[in-house]
């Protein structure tokens, strides 16, 4: 299962409902339902979630106490809007980077600004987030494939072209907002192989440099 970060469309909290450890949450959406069955993982806000029913225009999936940890999954209330993607096809095109929907983390968006018809978003983020972040990489932010435009020791920026920002719950977001994060799965499978312990491993950094990766 996988993702690309390319959202297919805002779908609309209809209902949460928190129950001790774990909460459903049920949000209402047009174009997903096209070939929906249950069982189906959809990406929302970035998260992956599995649909456990569905009606009409109204489907329904579990969140498990550690996706409310680790995501903003757990401030959400009826009438927010989402970002929503399906699990990429088979065959399916290849439109952004490779998103598991599994979260990192959180971050907190520190900054917006217009630059043209573009947007600027700067987001904070913690350490063990930020060490994966480079310029010109992929970040995904509430389950949207973006590149990154800047870098600081604390936190990144990435520009925002209208249709983006349209298209997505980028448009509703504001300064202090808290948003899902994802980082480039590569890069962290790139540094676990190349690790000191794993030194029988035949990836090495002058493997990656002669094979043109870095």
């Given amino acids: 299962m996988m993702f690309t970060g390319?959202?297919?469309e805002v779908?609309?909290?209809?209902?949460?409902r928190h129950n001790g450890n774990s909460s459903f949450i049920k949000i209402r959406a047009e174009?997903?339902?096209?070939?929906?069955?249950?069982?189906?993982?959809i990406a929302v806000n970035g998260v992956c979630l599995t649909v456990t029913e569905y009606s009409g225009n109204v489907?329904?999936?579990?969140?498990m106490n550690e996706t409310l940890k680790r995501?903003?999954?757990?401030?959400?209330?009826?009438?927010?809007?989402?970002?929503?993607?399906?699990?990429?096809?088979?065959?399916?095109?290849?439109?952004?980077?490779?998103?598991?929907g599994h979260i990192d983390g959180t971050g907190v968006i520190s900054g917006i600004r217009n630059d043209g018809i573009a947007v600027w978003y700067t987001v904070s983020a913690s350490p063990?987030?930020?060490?994966?972040?480079?310029?010109?990489?992929?970040?995904?932010?509430?389950?949207?494939?973006?590149?990154v435009a800047g870098v600081t020791d604390n936190n990144f920026s990435v520009s925002v072209i209208p249709h983006t920002a349209e298209k997505t719950v980028l448009s509703?977001?504001?300064t202090g907002d808290i948003v899902n994060l994802e980082n480039d799965i590569v890069g962290k499978y790139i540094e676990k192989f190349t690790r000191p312990e794993n030194s029988k491993s035949s990836i090495s950094m002058d493997f990656l440099s002669e094979n043109g990766f870095i």
Avoid: C, Q
């Avoid at 009826?78 to 993607?85: I, Y």
């Avoid at 063990?128 to 590149?147: F, P, V």
């Fill in 172 to 174: 509703y977001k504001k």
């Fill in 31 to 41: 174009k997903i339902f096209s070939d929906m069955h249950t069982g189906d993982s």
């Fill in 71 to 100: 995501s903003s999954l757990g401030i959400l209330k009826t009438g927010s809007p989402v970002n929503l993607e399906r699990a990429m096809s088979a065959g399916g095109r290849f439109g952004g980077h490779i998103v598991s």
């Fill in 11 to 16: 779908g609309t909290v209809e209902e949460i």
């Fill in 59 to 63: 489907f329904r999936a579990d969140v």
């Fill in 128 to 147: 063990d987030i930020m060490h994966y972040i480079i310029e010109k990489g992929s970040i995904a932010i509430d389950g949207i494939s973006l590149t």
């Fill in 6 to 8: 390319i959202i297919e």
